[in-house]
């Protein structure tokens, strides 16, 4: 999993920088980065020259929201969810 985890200090999210040591938090709630959705200010962006500033603020994601394609396996894994959650479309009698 090559995943960003975060951690809440109670005031922030911030990142778990080396992820080799992730295992000594296993007690705490971690937050798992999954991309897609990033807010920031122009302002936030000027200060700190990044996307991510000081202050990390999280959204609570169902897995399936937060589903992404890295690789050919979840491509497929996201073909299939495609095929079983299509909308049945009654034709018009005309």
Known sequence: DRSTYY???GRTLK????????????REALFKGVGGVVVTS??????????LGE?????VLEPRTAFG??????LEVF???VEVNVPQVE????
């Open 15 to 26: 990142a778990i920088l080396d992820q080799s040591k992730r295992t000594k938090y296993e």
């Open 7 to 9: 951690q809440h200090n």
């Open 55 to 59: 202050r990390v603020a999280h959204i």
């Open 79 to 81: 073909q299939r969810l």
């Open 91 to 94: 034709p018009l009698n005309s």
């Open 42 to 51: 122009v302002d936030s962006f000027h200060r700190h020259h990044k996307m």
């Open 69 to 74: 394609v890295f690789s050919p396996f979840d």
